[in-house]
């Protein structure tokens, strides 16, 4: 049974910092390549960061020089370190498996980010 859990969202203001987490009950999450996606009101879901299984990183443009992604593969953990942040960071951040897998329909329940004065 796959079980995705992000935490650590909540309301900030522009130009503060979030850590976000993830509990992920995945078998072999240490060899799987995670990745934190968000969606904002009215826009489909998009692709933050991910990270292989040894830790090499890649961000979307966007968030590029601002958002840190880490892995805990003894405790299954991800987390998204997320600093200097607009409004339009605004979304629901997930954590799963990236690039998604075929018929893949796991997600977690999001955890909400609001970037606002």
């Known amino acids: 049974q796959v079980q995705l859990v992000e935490s650590g969202g909540g309301l900030v203001q522009p130009g503060g910092s979030l850590r976000l987490s993830c509990a992920a009950s995945l078998s072999d999450f240490k060899l799987h390549t995670m990745g934190w996606y968000r969606q904002a009101p009215g826009k489909q879901r998009e692709f933050v960061a991910r990270i292989t299984s040894i830790g090499v990183t890649f961000y979307a443009d966007s968030v590029k020089g601002r958002f840190t992604i880490s892995r805990d593969n003894a405790n299954n953990m991800m987390y998204l370190q997320m600093d200097n942040l607009t409004p339009e960071d605004t979304a629901v951040y997930y954590c799963?498996?990236?690039?998604?897998?075929?018929?893949?329909?796991?997600w977690g329940q999001g955890t909400q980010v609001t970037v606002s004065s």
């Open positions: 799963n498996r990236s690039p998604l897998p075929v018929n893949w329909d796991y």
